[in-house]
């Protein structure tokens, strides 16, 4: 049997495009880098195992043809690995997605402040003379206490102002 | 009996890990559970390094294959040694973030999620350090991995989100160089056996040998975190919660750097690229060190400092003598220990005063003096301060490379010498400042008043130093006031790191994590005083590595290996 170039030309081609894609500023084009560097990758395991040759299978091939069954199980597993890597990713993907451009509309950061702002300049009063439970963050020992009650004032998501 | 043990650190975090998902929603159980499985694994592992350094290397055929065909897991000192130390840490870890999930709840660190993932993290290291073919070892680095990819991310927050993708992206380019290295080893000798490729690899080509072995020393590079591959590290480690930190900063690196012991003495031990490694190593301390004396956060000087003693263990490694091996392995374990404690007492550090910034700590010597003793101790043992063990390691380290003789070696010594006084240095500076000055120096008195401050400052690009303000500019009650009510508000926000700590700045310690931490400073101390034992199983088993014949031996019964 002759030795093939296509597989090789293969590998070579796809390491190529897949390390031009992971060095991408996207996170999608990344993981399609990543994609094809472990199908690449699987070429080179699969042309390992030597010259093409019949199916390992007992009984249906003769043993001195059948190709090489090693770095065929090597392949399976890579592949279930790299799959299981891809759909981590797509999830990291997604999530950052989500952080960055959130569908649902947060809460404004400049409103919020806004909001706080006018709630101090209604009534322009020392804090000292305030009621202990109307008194802003004016006082250290009040500060714990004020910021689990500013989370319901302005309605941050919920857990982030735990006592 | 070592037939039915050896199995057990791989199969009973696994185990473990599908009870605690099924567990998930009784977290008691699931807490007692994970528990019970990591001291027996702890258990397993001593029994298997008594039993090792007793009778000498042992190899275990999985599901009774015969051995070039099968998988073998091999139980040598070296690798005995890595699972008792792995085990004893990953138990101390376990404990300090059952404390922190008692405090915390489950917002930021989901433990339903945590335990489980970390007995898989668990299950994957042990594979690694047992396997005995090249392509359990990728497995095995895979399975630790993946799980660790879950852990860096736990709570999906957008800081978590960022470092992690840099560490899966370089992570996921690491293990594809490995597999194709594995694919080209393959080729070349026919098959992924390690004993049997200690035999077949010798008849290759030098060619052939300095390529195989310097892509299989990229992907452990990369893992390890050797200069120039160690970049991501400070990065992404410092983003996870502090248990998570820990366990990654103890283990994760040092099995890239047991895949670097293991191929380096039993595949290649021409020492072909010797050199390399000791110019890579003189770097990695050097540059490491230099990036810690320059962080002013707890956490990433701790990083840093990780990065640079990767360093000293490569150079005993690069020296490829036995003195220089034995030192290499000895410091390893050290450093698993050290490390570890350290990013735990930097979790304590940051729920005591609300931040790991050393520029806005102050006065925790007298706020905790129980933390201040914990930061001290590893503190001093990580800078080699004598008789502590990060001293007996780094002279036995530097012993090894006077006795080598040769320029660079020497180059070596003084490069070990220098990154110890700085690694002094830049703990020293985190002590005078977080837990020496009196509170009154400190920028705020008011630590959490400071941190809100200071996230309200960052959030405009002009705005002033939040602990200037709250000292001396004139401003009204009011003014000030509203200042800090806008400071708290946007502390609240969950994505900003000190905050959520400044808020609970005041409360006390958790004594489960304190107990933890104790425990593993402790254990830390004991290094010191166990240090003559010790020494004495690393020498042996560096004499095993050397030898390569006890390894080989194991797996295939006979001195000849087919």
């Known amino acids: ?163 | 009996m070592i037939e039915a043990l050896a199995p057990l650190p791989v199969l009973l975090p696994l185990l473990g890990a599908a009870g605690a998902l099924l567990a998930s929603g009784h977290p008691v159980f699931q807490r007692l559970l994970s528990t019970a499985v990591l001291t027996a694994v702890l258990g397993v592992s001593v029994a298997l390094l008594l039993v090792a350094d007793a009778e000498g290397a042992t190899a275990v055929s999985v599901g009774g294959w015969p051995v070039p065909l099968g998988i073998v897991l091999v139980v040598d000192r070296l690798s005995a040694l890595m699972l008792v130390v792995a085990s004893t840490v990953a138990l101390g870890v376990l404990v300090f973030a059952i404390g922190q999930g008692a405090a915390d709840g489950q917002e930021e660190t989901p433990l339903s999620i945590f335990h489980p993932t970390f007995l898989v993290l668990v299950a994957g290291v042990g594979n690694a350090f047992l396997a005995g073919d090249l392509f359990n070892l990728y497995v095995g680095f895979e399975i630790l991995l993946m799980a660790s990819y879950v852990l860096l991310t736990l709570g999906g927050t957008a800081a978590r989100i960022r470092g992690g993708i840099t560490y899966i992206v370089v992570s996921l380019t690491s293990s594809l160089v490995f597999l194709a290295a594995i694919g080209l080893v393959y080729a070349a000798t026919g098959t992924v056996n390690m004993a049997q490729l200690a035999v077949r690899l010798d008849e290759l080509p030098a060619g052939v040998q300095v390529l195989l072995q310097s892509m299989l020393l990229i992907a452990f590079g990369i893992k390890a975190a050797v200069f120039p591959l160690s970049a991501w590290l400070p990065d992404s480690y410092p983003t996870a919660p502090a248990p998570v930190t820990a366990v990654f900063a103890g283990l994760l690196t040092k099995v890239g750097v047991y895949a670097i012991i293991r191929t380096q003495t039993l595949l290649f031990p021409d020492g072909a690229l010797d050199d390399l490694l000791m110019w890579a190593a003189l770097a990695t301390m050097v540059v490491g060190i230099l990036g810690a004396v320059a962080q002013s956060d707890l956490r990433r000087m701790l990083s840093f400092t990780l990065v640079s003693h990767i360093g000293y263990m490569v150079f005993g490694i690069a020296l490829g003598t036995a003195a220089g091996l034995a030192g290499a392995v000895f410091y390893v374990a050290h450093h698993i220990a050290i490390q570890t404690t350290l990013f735990l007492v930097a979790g304590l550090v940051e729920r005591q005063g609300g931040t790991t910034s050393v520029n806005r700590l102050g006065g925790l010597a007298r706020r905790s003096p129980l933390l201040a003793v914990l930061f001290f101790v590893p503190a001093m043992n990580l800078a080699g301060i004598p008789p502590l063990s990060g001293f007996i390691g780094k002279l036995g380290l530097l012993q090894a490379g006077v006795a080598e003789g040769s320029a660079l070696a020497f180059a070596l010594v003084g490069g070990g010498v220098v990154t110890s006084l700085l690694t002094l240095l830049a703990v020293a500076r985190v002590w005078t400042r977080a837990f020496w000055r009196p509170p009154g120096q400190a920028p705020a008195e008011d630590t959490a008043a400071a941190a809100a401050a200071d996230a309200t400052a960052r959030r405009r690009p002009d705005g002033d130093d939040g602990a200037g303000s709250t000292a001396d500019e004139p401003r009204t009650a009011l003014q000030e006031a509203w200042r800090r009510h806008t400071a708290v508000a946007t502390a609240a926000e969950p994505d900003l790191p000190p905050p959520a700590g400044a808020v609970r700045a005041l409360r006390p310690l958790p004594r489960t994590m304190v107990g933890a931490t104790a425990a593993l400073v402790a254990l830390t101390v004991a290094l010191t005083g166990l240090a003559g034992p010790l020494y004495g199983l690393t020498s042996r088993a560096a004499a095993d590595l050397l030898d390569r014949t006890p390894y080989t031996t194991s797996v295939f019964g006979t001195e000849e290996v087919p």
Do not use: C, K
Request: glycine share 8%.
């Open chain 1, 1 to 163: 049997m002759t030795p093939t170039i296509v597989l090789p030309l293969m590998v070579g081609g796809l390491y190529a495009a897949g390390v031009y894609l992971l060095l991408d500023r996207s996170l999608t084009r990344v993981l399609l880098g990543f994609v094809l560097l472990g199908n690449a990758t699987n070429l080179l395991l699969l042309s390992t195992g030597g010259p093409a040759g019949l199916a390992p299978i007992l009984g249906y091939s003769d043993p001195d043809e059948i190709n090489d069954p090693l770095p065929q199980v090597l392949i399976l597993t890579a592949i279930v690995i790299t799959f299981g890597v891809s759909a981590f990713v797509l999830a990291i993907i997604h999530r950052s997605w989500r952080l960055v451009r959130e569908e649902v509309v947060g809460t404004d950061e400049e409103d919020r402040r806004v909001a706080a702002r006018r709630a101090t300049d209604a009534d322009e009063l020392d804090p000292d003379e305030l009621a202990p439970d109307d008194r802003i963050a004016g006082h250290a020992d009040s500060l714990p206490r004020n910021a689990e009650e500013l989370a319901d004032d302005v309605d941050l998501p919920a857990g982030s102002a735990r006592r």
